[in-house]
C-alpha cells in the first residue's frame, strides 16, 4: 500500500524529488521521442488526433479550435498517458501526487486570462471582469482550480486503491478488470479535464 503514496526518492539542494517528479521526467521524455516518430512514420495519425481534438474543442468553445489545439491537446495528451504511466513496470502515477493535477489546474487558470486577453485586449477584458460581484467571480475562478484539482486527483487515487485492495486480496486474475476500468477511467479524467478548460476558456473569450 506504500506504493500509493508518492515516495521521496533524493533531495536536490534540500528540495525532495518524489517518484512521480522522476516518472513524469520520463514520460515526457518518452511523449516527446514517440511523438517524434509518429510524425514521420504515421504523419496520417498526427492528422487524425489533431483533427479530433479540433472537432471536440471547437464544439465546446463555438469556433474553430486550431489556435487552442497546441495548448489544450498537450495537457489532454499529457494527463490522459501520466493518469495510467503507472502500469508501466516501476513507474509511477504522476497525477497520484496533488502537486500534479494542482499544476495542471493552475495552467487552466492562467490560460483562460492569457487567451482571454489575447481575444479581447487587456483593457477590455479588465472591463469585462469589472463587476460589482467581482470578489464572487475571483472566489468562483479559485474555486473551479480546486475543482480540477481534487477531481483528476480523488479519482485517480481511489481507482488505484481498489485495484491494490483487490490484488491484495485476489493478487492473480481479479485486478486485471480492475486495472483495465482504471486506464479508461484515467482516459476518461483526461477527456473531462480538457472539455472543463475549454469551457472556461469559452467563457474568457465569448
Known amino acids: 500500500m506504500d506504493n500509493l503514496f508518492p515516495q521521496v526518492v533524493f533531495h536536490v539542494f534540500g528540495i525532495p524529488v518524489r517518484d512521480t517528479v522522476i516518472s513524469t521526467w ?45 495548448m489544450l491537446g498537450t ?47 487587456m483593457a477590455s477584458y479588465l472591463k469585462a471582469q469589472a463587476s460589482p460581484l467581482v470578489i464572487l467571480d475571483i472566489v468562483g475562478q479559485l474555486s473551479r482550480t480546486m475543482s480540477l484539482t481534487l477531481r483528476l486527483f480523488g ?14 486480496l485476489v493478487p492473480i486474475i481479479a485486478p486485471l478488470p480492475m486495472i483495465g476500468l482504471s486506464i479508461f477511467t484515467g482516459i476518461l479524467q483526461a477527456y473531462i479535464f480538457t472539455i472543463l478548460a475549454s469551457s472556461y476558456i469559452a467563457s474568457a473569450i465569448e
Not at 503507472?86 to 487558470?109: E, Q, R, Y
Not at 479519482?155 to 491484495?168: D, P, R, T
Open 75 to 121: 495537457l489532454a495528451i499529457f494527463i490522459a498517458i501520466a493518469d495510467n504511466f503507472g502500469i508501466v513496470p516501476m513507474m509511477s502515477t504522476p497525477t497520484k501526487d496533488i502537486n500534479t493535477p494542482l499544476a495542471l489546474a493552475l495552467v487552466v487558470f492562467v490560460l483562460v486570462h492569457y487567451y482571454g486577453v489575447r481575444e479581447k485586449g
Open 155 to 168: 479519482n485517480i487515487v481511489s481507482g488505484e486503491l481498489v485495484v491494490a485492495v483487490i490484488f491484495s
Open 26 to 70: 520520463i514520460m515526457m521524455a518518452l511523449i516527446v521521442g514517440v511523438a517524434i516518430l509518429i510524425q514521420k512514420r504515421f504523419p496520417m495519425a498526427v492528422e487524425m488526433l489533431i483533427d479530433f481534438l479540433n472537432d471536440t474543442i471547437s464544439d465546446v468553445i463555438g469556433r474553430p479550435a486550431y489556435a487552442y489545439i497546441p
